[in-house]
């Protein structure tokens, strides 16, 4: 019976922090793959001699597409805030010169005019930075 009521609180205290682990590892490959974005980006802006691509999709950006065939996905959920909307996905939304994020949505943000990437979400992460900070702490 005591066996019993030890395994019990080991569970209880165990399953929440492996939790947390979990989604602590889906920022970091978020991070990761927000960095394999912006060195694509990078590595097209210095072959075309200072030009951004237009948009990342290989699909309609066929010049891009030797740089990276699909876009990555958000793997974050949000998790840590309580009633947050999740930001996972591969969208991309585009935006204007000195756009970032304002909202909690999906996927990434890309911005054509200076070649940023941002999760697009203002949701924060564990330790309270918004996903949209990603790449620039």
């Known amino acids: 019976m005591i066996v019993v009521a030890i395994i ?17 590892s889906r920022e ?30 290989s699909a309609t950006n066929f010049a891009f597409s030797r740089y990276m065939d699909n876009i990555p996905l958000v793997k974050v959920t949000g998790a840590f805030v309580a009633g947050a909307p999740s930001p996972a996905g591969s969208n991309l939304a585009m935006t204007a010169a000195t756009g970032v994020p304002t909202t909690g949505t999906t996927g990434w943000l890309y911005d054509s005019t200076m070649g940023n990437v941002f999760v697009n979400s203002t949701v924060s992460d564990s330790k309270s930075i ?8």
């Open 8 to 24: 019990g609180i080991l569970a209880a205290i165990a399953i929440p922090r492996f939790a947390q682990m979990l989604e602590k």
């Open 28 to 57: 970091g490959s978020t991070k990761g793959n927000l960095g394999s974005l912006k060195s694509a980006a990078s590595i097209y802006y210095g072959d075309t001699e200072g030009k951004w691509p237009t948009t990342l999709q």
């Open 130 to 137: 918004p996903y949209s900070f990603y790449g620039f702490e």
